[in-house]
């Protein structure tokens, strides 16, 4: 079991698809990075991605095939630090005023819908 919050999860640029499974957020406890950035995944952004609420170092899934709204519970990543990327998706809707409020904090930011 990893117990250390300098773990991450990378499997960015292969060519991954399906929908994002919602139980990658219960690695919640030892997570610093969630990087899926350039596979073929579909489907919308599960909300339960935003009790990732420990990481601090990059949450991007952009450049994949995701459908939908953003989710508003992405707002609740408030350690991220820097690199937060949707952007390069399907997404549609407008950013909800969550996921806005990071903008402030994080370095790194690229956020498109619609």
Wanted: charged letters at 5%; one cysteine or more.
């Amino acid at each position: 079991l990893m117990t250390s919050s300098s773990a991450g999860f990378r499997i960015y640029s292969n060519r991954f698809s399906g929908s994002i499974p919602s139980q990658l957020a219960l690695m919640t406890s030892y997570l610093s990075n969630f990087l899926i950035y350039s596979n073929s995944f579909s489907g919308s952004i599960p909300s339960q991605l935003g009790m990732m609420s420990l990481l601090s170092k990059g949450f991007q899934i952009n450049s994949n095939s995701l459908t939908g709204y953003i989710p508003s519970q992405l707002g609740l990543l408030t350690s991220l630090e820097v690199d937060f990327f949707l952007s390069s998706n399907q997404l549609c809707g407008d950013i909800p005023v969550q996921v806005a409020s990071l903008s402030g904090s994080v370095s790194g930011w690229n956020v498109t819908s619609g």
